[in-house]
């Protein structure tokens, strides 16, 4: 049901910019957008874990600096049936984590120092299972696609604003209000396009959580792990670029209120709560 819910929003998202396209006629513009959207993709598809591990300045964990760490994800990759990701280290007090890669094939796992120093072996086994949950589940590349897409409508919409405002829009249908009816598009499009990427986002994390909690064979340490980082978010944020915020396991902002609203991830507590259901 989730990825059915995730291929209707992906169309959705695609279908705003085809409606985008027909309402204001301008397909050089929308050419143009389109080949960005397919060359942010191309590059993310191809090198986004080595982009998103550099801008984290992450390092890489050898099997002898921290040999329990490379056994417990060796361990769960196994449950999970895919190979063994990469394990990278972020100099961060700041407790979470993130999964990265194109496929489970060419996949990296990188946590903070904070996230190994405020967890249990037992929180520490629930977590990385939901990061190798989105490995398996493809996450990644699902989520890079609605945030381009999204991004894609947005600097469409920006383009067509100002050559309406400017002018430059097509003026034979000013006459009958499709003008204005077009600049209100053009503003609704982008917000729209926004809360169907955050829907994407939050309905993936439901899924790792559920298939995560399978791998690591139970939902308590999971559960217990989301609750510790709410309160450790409140206290200690993380420094981080909020077009990023989908990536990792809880949303580094869920502290802040406003952003709250717009977070990328679902409720703490709603997803708590789904856990111990499973239980």
């Not at 964990?61 to 329990?68: G, L, M, V, Y």
């Not at 999204?150 to 006459?175: E, F, H, K, N, Q």
């Amino acid at each position: 049901m989730n990825s059915l819910k995730t291929a209707l929003l992906l169309g959705l998202l695609s279908g705003i910019i085809l409606f985008m396209g027909r309402t204001l006629g301008g397909n050089h513009g929308l050419a143009i957008a389109l080949g960005i959207a397919v060359v942010v993709n191309f590059v993310s598809y191809w090198w986004s874990d080595k982009i998103v591990l550099m801008m984290h300045g992450a390092k890489e964990i050898a099997q002898e600096e921290d040999p329990d760490l490379h056994r417990l994800v060796g361990q769960l990759a196994l449950s999970a049936n895919i190979p063994k990701p990469r394990l990278y280290y972020v100099d961060s007090p700041a407790p979470n984590a993130f999964a990265t890669g194109r496929s489970p094939a060419h996949a990296a796992v990188a946590v903070t120092d904070g996230l190994l120093h405020v967890m249990n072996e037992h929180e520490l086994r629930g977590v990385l299972a939901h990061e190798l949950s989105h490995i398996k589940n493809r996450d990644i590349l699902i989520s890079s696609v609605a945030a381009t897409l999204a991004a894609t409508i947005s600097y469409v919409a920006g383009m067509a604003r100002w050559a309406l405002i400017l002018g430059g829009g097509r003026g034979d249908r000013d006459d009958d209000g499709g003008g204005a009816g077009a600049l209100v598009m053009l503003i609704l499009a982008p917000f729209l396009a926004l809360i169907i990427q955050l829907w994407i986002s939050r309905t993936r994390e439901f899924a790792a959580d559920a298939s995560g909690a399978r791998i690591a064979g139970t939902s308590h340490g999971l559960a217990n792990a989301l609750l510790k980082l709410d309160a450790f978010a409140k206290k200690v944020p993380v420094d981080a670029n909020p077009a990023m915020a989908h990536m990792y396991i809880m949303s580094p902002f869920s502290g802040r209120s406003l952003l709250r609203i717009f977070s990328t991830h679902p409720p703490v507590q709603e997803r708590v709560d789904r856990l111990r259901r499973m239980a």
